[in-house]
T-cell receptor, first 115, second 112 residues
Framework: AQSVTQLDSQVPVFEEAPVELRCNYS??????LFWYVQYPNQGLQLLLK??????LVKGINGFEAEFNKSQTSFHLRKPSVHISDTAEYFC?????????????FGKGTLLTVNP | NAGVTQTPKFRVLKTGQSMTLLCAQD?????MYWYRQDPGMGLRLIHY???????AKGEVPDGYNVSRLKKQNFLLGLESAAPSQTSVYFC???????????FGPGTRLTVT
């Protein structure tokens, strides 16, 4: 079984500041890793994913994440945030090679960008 | 392409009533999923389906039933609603071999 821990439930930042949202996972098998974003009153959309290859993954809206196998982490970063980045962010993991492609989600981090 | 749609968007039920939530996707996806989202809990998988006519239990299946009679539709049923089932329900779909799930806009259900 796998699990995901998002270390911060809320992260307030000022506009144009850098931000890091932290995610750690636990799994006994190889995994794929994802970050999803949920804007207020909307469904989730994929921000970025790590399946294989380069451990630095770039996503939409200027976000990037780095897969660190030794630390079992997949932290999300953005060098300069905008008001429009205010949303809830979810880290998720899936068993690579699994047959049902189920995702296990973390509890979410609410990013609030203040002017 | 509408993507993943969910019906209804909002619903209020009394304890003991039943209802069915409909999820439809027009992307010819094989896999479909039902999640519930509660504050501070993230998304938890209720049931999923890997193809027409097949369903399987997820992490929190108790009190729910599902059916996948057509590939494009995945129904979630509550036979006897309880206040603990007050939540936002999301449907998602994906293709085999592709780990990205596409989500619907959600259904906000309140059970009083």
């Amino acid at each position: 079984a796998q699990s995901v821990t998002q270390l911060d439930s809320q992260v307030p930042v000022f506009e144009e500041a850098p931000v890091e949202l932290r995610c750690n996972y636990s799994s006994s098998v190889s995994v794929y890793l994802f970050w999803y974003v949920q804007y207020p009153n909307q469904g989730l959309q994929l921000l970025l994913k790590y399946l294989s290859g380069s451990t630095l993954v770039k996503g939409i809206n200027g976000f990037e994440a780095e897969f660190n196998k030794s630390q079992t982490s997949f932290h999300l970063r953005k060098p300069s945030v905008h008001i429009s980045d205010t949303a809830e962010y979810f880290c998720a993991v899936s068993h690579s090679g699994g047959s049902n492609y189920k995702l296990t989600f973390g509890k979410g981090t609410l990013l609030t960008v203040n002017p | 392409n509408a993507g993943v749609t969910q019906t209804p968007k909002f619903r209020v039920l009394k304890t003991g009533q039943s209802m069915t939530l409909l999820c439809a996707q027009d992307m010819n996806h094989e896999y479909m999923y039902w999640y519930r989202q509660d504050p501070g809990m993230g998304l938890r998988l209720i049931h999923y389906s890997v193809g027409e006519g097949t369903t399987a239990k997820g992490e929190v299946p108790d009190g729910y039933n599902v059916s996948r009679l057509k590939k494009q539709n995945f129904l979630l049923g509550l036979e006897s609603a309880a206040p603990s089932q007050t939540s936002v329900y999301f449907c998602a779909s994906s293709l085999p071999g592709v780990y990205e799930q596409y989500f619907g806009p959600g259904t906000r259900l309140t059970v009083t």
